[in-house]
């Protein structure tokens, strides 16, 4: 490699490290990938991207070397002489392929503000970065897009007050009468913010209660069908967890393949069932409510969280040969490019670093001027902004991983 990084005017095929959570699935990303299916743990995500965690490598000079470092290295061939401008020499998204075969704790994201905050104030106070206890690993937010793979399940904000009243009045009509007047008085945020306190504060003794009677209820059908599913569910895996009435507190979504959901800061949600591909702002943020063995802390979630109730949109790409996903974020954007034989798709002047996975087909990813990289299903490519223009050829489908403004 020459010391001016000269050696990026090239595409690479990615290796990407694969997180092994105990909700993952052991069939999905496997067989995605054309590997021994069912793998041997459960195959929660695919990062692919530079975060320090767990980096993606590419091959140089006969050796796997870890993108974040090649980064650190030559962060203007690699990323782009506005991206470093703008962002620091750190790839400003993280791209996943992730499957859930069981819920996901239900979450939220801080905002900028408080992700530098937090990282910060708990620096400060010597919580080592991988302890149990932290809720800030880095300084950065996390907004982040879900786009199914497959049938897709998920939470995502809370519902609007009406239908929460509804949900509690027929799951626990006894046991949480008081509270569910709380937002019958007065249907806004700030009534909301109280009820979820109030639940999050619960004893124990009364927190079994509420759960015994919300289960017993969905069992017998009470309430809306998807609802009474999902608390059947997720009460007969976490029977003494408040998150258990999460379906009644917040807007359950089905995605169907190629649909897609965005996720912004201070969005209380979780994934339930099913593939999706994932993209986010470079961070590995998460302050958790409930549904998980991991650290909770209330007091932070409330701070981070915001309590107005309504309908998540469901977004789409159209039938463009080249579609994208319109989506609030600097950081990151993603295009869904279909691939059809004889119509070749040519990258936009000015591009910078992108990231391509391939979903379906096959074909070759040729760089102006450069050599060409195979792909096929499974297969994921950086295009550092060095290598210039490039043009895709074959038959397939790809997700691009791309600022937004090229």
Known sequence: MTNEGSFFNQAFALENPIQTYAWGSRTAIAEFLGRPCPSDTPQAEMWMGAHPKAP???????????????????????????????????????FKVLSAAEPLSIQAHPDLAQARAGFARENRAGIPVDAPTRNYRDDNHKPELICALSEFWAMN??????????NLKAMCPATLKAETGVLEKAADPDAMRT?????????????????????????????????????????????????????????????????????????????????????????????????????VDVTELLRVLHFEGGKPEVLHVGDAPAGRFDL??????????????????????????????????????????????????????LVPAAAGAYRLDGQAVLHRAALPDV
């Open 328 to 381: 609030p974020a600097a950081e990151f954007a993603l295009w869904v490019l279909c691939i059809d034989g004889g119509r070749p798709w040519i990258s936009p002047s000015g591009r910078r670093v992108e990231i391509l996975l391939c979903i379906e087909g096959e074909g070759r990813l040729t760089v102006s001027g450069g050599r060409s990289v195979e792909f096929a299903r499974g297969t994921a490519i």
């Open 56 to 94: 993606s490598r590419i091959f140089i000079n006969g050796a796997w070397q870890p993108l974040d470092r090649l980064i650190e290295q030559f962060p203007e061939e690699i990323l782009g002489p506005g991206v470093v401008a703008r962002f620091g020499p750190r790839l400003p998204y993280l």
């Open 157 to 166: 904000g809370f519902r609007p007050a009406g239908e929460i009243i509804a």
């Open 195 to 295: 009820l979820f306190s109030r639940l999050m504060h619960l004893d124990t003794v009364r927190r079994r209660a509420v759960v015994e009677e919300a289960v017993n209820r969905a069992r017998q059908g009470e309430g809306e069908v998807a609802v009474s599913r999902w608390v059947t569910i997720l009460g007969r895996r976490y029977p003494d967890d408040i998150g258990v009435l999460a379906p009644a507190l917040l807007n359950l979504i089905r995605l169907a393949p190629g649909e897609a959901m965005f996720l912004p800061a201070g969005r209380l949600h979780a994934y339930l069932e099913g593939t999706g591909i994932e993209i986010m702002a470079n961070s590995d943020n998460v302050l958790r409510g409930g549904l998980t063995a991991k650290h």
